[in-house]
């Protein structure tokens, strides 16, 4: 059974910056487009960003629109998620998450994962 690990979490104030990582034991990531999607305490779920298996292709929500950056580094088999000038609001425990039916697609999509991670909790404090 695939399973996905996001890392790089944590504590930052506001207009600060992380960098998630999306790692996958027993999945290929390379081969799938990837999606980032996060959380909040009290709130659904929201895609926030996916990237296509060749990477020419990325989406992102208006909510993270040029603050947040996807990119994959398909020798390492992993996906990131630059996040910078945080604010409150992204808040959130973020997930990657892939859907096993989009092998080698040119596209990405919020829908039909199959695919998720645990999570990494991301707060944004002063």
């Known amino acids: 059974q695939p399973q996905f690990v996001e890392s790089g979490g944590g504590l930052v104030q506001p207009g600060g910056s992380l960098n998630l990582s999306c790692a996958a034991s027993a999945f290929t990531l390379n081969y799938y487009p990837i999606s980032w999607f996060r959380q909040a305490p009290g709130k659904g779920r929201e895609g926030i960003s996916c990237i296509s298996t060749d990477g020419d292709y990325t989406n992102y929500a208006d909510s993270v629109k040029g603050r947040f950056t996807i990119s994959r580094d398909n020798n390492m088999n992993i996906v990131y998620l630059q996040m910078n000038n945080l604010n409150v609001g992204d808040t959130a425990y973020y997930y990657c998450?892939?859907?096993?039916?989009?092998?080698?697609?040119?596209?990405?999509?919020?829908?039909?994962?199959?695919?998720w991670g645990k999570g990494t909790l991301v707060t944004v404090s002063s």
């Open positions: 998450a892939a859907d096993r039916s989009a092998f080698m697609s040119n596209f990405c999509e919020y829908v039909d994962m199959d695919y």
